[in-house]
């Protein structure tokens, strides 16, 4: 794995053209014609897939974002991201079946809560660089896991079951898979937009500024630490509100959505499909959550061949798909 | 790797399947735990108790071809309950089978609540017959109520007086010591004390040796699996005078630990294959295709399967309300010849059979493990549909 500090890619990655190349909204014409792609797939799919697949797909989607914000764009590479993911899938899940609050109501306590968390986590992370940083994460995810596993709220083994889809602002009656997916269809294409936004926002430099060199930002008047934490906050955030959606979707938050399986579910993604790229959060979804879909008959041979393809990129394309990709290009994806 | 080719058989067929309009199939959905600590329970031995039953049909019903699919739960209630909708969904699934752990049964449970599926489980958490009760879900196990008070009456009956419990520390766990305790306490029996172990545990001398100095006649096991297992050999090991009394002992589990470390053990069961000619029979049948003799979870998944197959026969659809209305209206047909009724909370009614486990001089080698030592009549120890929280009993 990439060493957070140093990032090997970002020496071979293409020169900086975003200067010359127009841009709408963070959207150069290379990035825009990849989302037109994205979204017409987006459109067409559910012709051929089953939909409850595809939304599993973009609600992990959106969580690989978030985890590339981190990773990809700020240099700060966390293990421990089950945490944020289980905590927004639990407080919707408590939301919507317990406290009988509206689909959009729930999604927006879970991302809140796990926001919140991640303003705590984040606070004392990092204070800390590289593996020390990842090493804090992974423990405070833990105590989340056992904590789960503990209070009665969670529902143990059990899970938050039962979590009813609800009317999406009272009039959408998100029961039917049609009208959820076109629902989530819809958020993911904006979070992908929005999370260009962020990246190539002058915000998002900073960051960027921050993960090739601390020092020199440190040195050129950026409060380090304070960008550091936004990012992070962001990103558990973003993470809360992608676990609330899958709850939402599949109508249960169980310890799964906080073991650290999801931590590394996470990495992996990101590292098949590119880190610190716009797309590679994107294609790494489908292929990973497709190798699991598709492979799921033959049982723990499964655990294998992930582990292979794990091998096989970080020896072989190191740079992930788009990563590759955008080399091949020579521009940012 | 055999078995994983026929499984892969068995989806490619159901894929090929679900892709043409399949309304008239009869489609089974298997979903079990095929690997972890309960699947050389259940797993694929349950799953060649579906397919003796389907053989018994000739692979179809009113010359309509019967389809299994297989999925594996993982044990993880999101898995169970996104596999179960994707069947629902795609496959035009018309019956789940086995489901056997608590907590996917429950996620299930709320997902087919307003469906054309009927489910039934190798589940036993009583709350499946209680406020989780279904119009078209029923219970092949015994429920825990049931389940302790089967184990521990006929031992208070025959003098064990003060009981401590070892418990897994999960919802399975805590449950079973509760409707046992209440049992004990209830046949002016006592609890003298109980103890946890973690589902990671791999060492159970702390508790043991706790067990042995409470004193207590018994010591109850509200856990099972390799847990089960390493307790009775350490058992043995630190020469433990209590006797065991496990709730949920499969031959396979004798057949891991030894009967060294499990003799003279006091049980109940709900079908051992030594038991009579018909059991007999049928265990060579099971035998032939599976390489070892069936046991309980193995036996009642080929019992349902049969019943729930006669239904669809006899109601001449898969419609599940009507198919589930004919199940509980007839009687299954156990396998040793007795017969079970399915009542509307989904609790079976069924005799069980109290047993001790052989000493090794007494048995004649391996499977040979059990000696049935009397009836347990199923009114005895089914819980009362007067105090079910079902609403389908009360309503």
Redesign the interface.
């Known amino acids: 794995m990439t060493s957070p500090a140093t990032k090997p890619q970002d020496r071979e990655a293409p020169r900086m053209t975003e200067r010359t190349t127009p841009q709408f909204l963070g959207f150069t014409p290379a990035r825009a014609a990849f989302f037109l792609v994205f979204a017409a797939v987006v459109a067409l799919s559910p012709l051929v897939l089953y939909p409850i697949f595809l939304m599993k797909i973009y609600c992990f989607i959106i969580f690989a974002c978030a985890y590339n914000l981190l990773l990809g764009y700020t240099g700060l590479m966390s293990f421990g991201h089950a945490a944020f993911f289980g905590a927004g899938a639990y407080l919707c899940g408590h939301a919507a079946a317990r406290w009988g609050l509206s689909p959009e109501l729930a999604v927006l306590s879970g991302t809140v809560f796990a926001g919140l968390l991640g303003l705590v986590f984040g606070w004392i992370a990092i204070r800390r660089q590289g593996l020390s940083f990842a090493m804090i994460t992974l423990a405070l995810a833990q105590m989340m896991y056992f904590i789960a596993l503990k209070v009665p709220f969670t529902g143990g083994e059990d899970g938050i079951q039962g979590v009813p889809r609800g009317h999406l602002f009272g009039i959408i009656d998100l029961s039917s898979n049609t009208a959820l997916y076109w629902t989530l269809a819809v958020i993911v294409l904006a979070v992908v937009a929005l999370y260009n936004r962020i990246v190539h926002s002058p915000f998002g430099q900073v960051l960027r500024a921050i993960r090739n060199n601390p020092e020199r930002a440190r040195s050129l008047g950026v409060n380090v630490d304070r960008f550091k934490l936004v990012s992070f906050v962001i990103s558990a955030a973003m993470s809360g509100f992608a676990a609330s959606l899958k709850t939402v979707v599949f109508g249960i938050a169980s310890l799964t959505d906080i073991s650290v399986n999801v931590s590394t579910e996470v990495v992996l993604i990101n590292l098949v499909g590119g880190i610190g790229t716009i797309f590679g959060p994107v294609a790494g979804s489908y292929i990973i959550l497709s190798l699991e879909h598709f492979l799921s008959p033959y049982g723990p041979w499964l655990l294998l061949i992930q582990g292979l393809v794990f091998i096989m990129f970080v020896l072989v394309f190191r740079q992930g798909v788009v990563g590759g990709l955008q080399k091949k290009l020579k521009s940012h994806l | 790797m055999k078995t ?1 080719w026929t ?2 058989a068995v ?1 490619a067929v159901a894929l090929g399947a679900g892709s043409a309009p399949a309304w008239a199939e009869v489609t089974i959905g298997y979903l079990a735990a ?2 972890g600590s309960t699947a050389d329970m259940t797993g694929e031995a349950g799953l060649h108790g579906v397919k003796l039953a389907i053989e018994d049909f000739g692979g179809q019903v009113n010359g309509e071809p019967i389809t299994v699919l ?1 999925g ?1 739960h993982l044990g ?4 169970g ?2 596999i179960a ?2 069947w629902i ?2 496959k035009d699934v018309n019956i789940l089978m086995n489901v056997d752990n ?2 996917v049964a ?2 299930v449970s ?2 087919i609540r307003d469906k054309d599926v009927a489910m039934a489980m190798g589940s036993s958490t009583s709350k499946l017959i209680g406020e989780s009760c279904g119009p078209n879900q029923m219970m092949m196990l015994l429920d825990n109520t049931a389940l302790a008070r089967a184990v521990v009456l006929p031992q208070i009956a025959a003098g064990s007086d003060k009981w401590f419990f070892i418990t897994v520390d ?2 399975l766990g805590h449950d079973l010591q509760a409707q046992a305790t209440k049992a004990i306490t209830e046949a002016g029996a006592m609890v003298v004390g109980s103890t946890v172990h973690s589902p990671q545990a791999t060492d159970f001398s702390a508790q043991l040796l706790e067990a042995q100095a409470s004193g207590a006649t018994n010591i109850a096991l509200a856990t099972f699996g390799a847990w089960q297992n390493t307790i009775t050999k350490q058992a043995q090991e630190f020469g433990i005078e209590a006797r065991l009394s496990p709730f949920y002992l499969a031959d396979t589990d004798i057949k891991s630990a030894g009967l060294d470390a499990l003799q003279n053990v006091s049980g109940a069961i709900q079908f051992y294959w030594d038991q009579n000619d018909a059991t007999r029979a049928f265990a060579e049948r099971f035998r032939a295709g599976f390489g070892r003799p069936p046991v309980f979870t193995n036996a009642y998944m080929y019992e349902f399967t049969r019943h729930y197959l006669k239904g669809v026969e006899a109601v001449g659809s898969t419609d599940a309300a009507k198919v589930t209305e004919w199940m509980r209206q007839n009687p299954i047909e156990m396998i040793n010849g007795s017969e079970a009724t399915i009542r509307a909370d989904g609790y079976t009614l069924r005799d069980v059979y109290s047993y001790r486990t052989k000493t090794p001089a007494e048995s004649k080698g391996d499977w040979d493990y059990l000696e049935i030592t009397g009836t347990i009549a199923a009114d005895d120890i089914a819980p009362p549909l007067a105090e079910s929280t079902c609403p389908l009993v009360k309503g």
Do not use: G, I, N, W
């Not at chain 2, 993880?76 to 898995?79: E, N, Q, R, T, Y």
């Open positions: 994983y499984r892969a989806l095929m690997t297989v594996d993880k209630p999101d898995v309950l996104s909708r994707e969904d795609q608590s907590a429950l996620a709320d997902l999960y919802a």
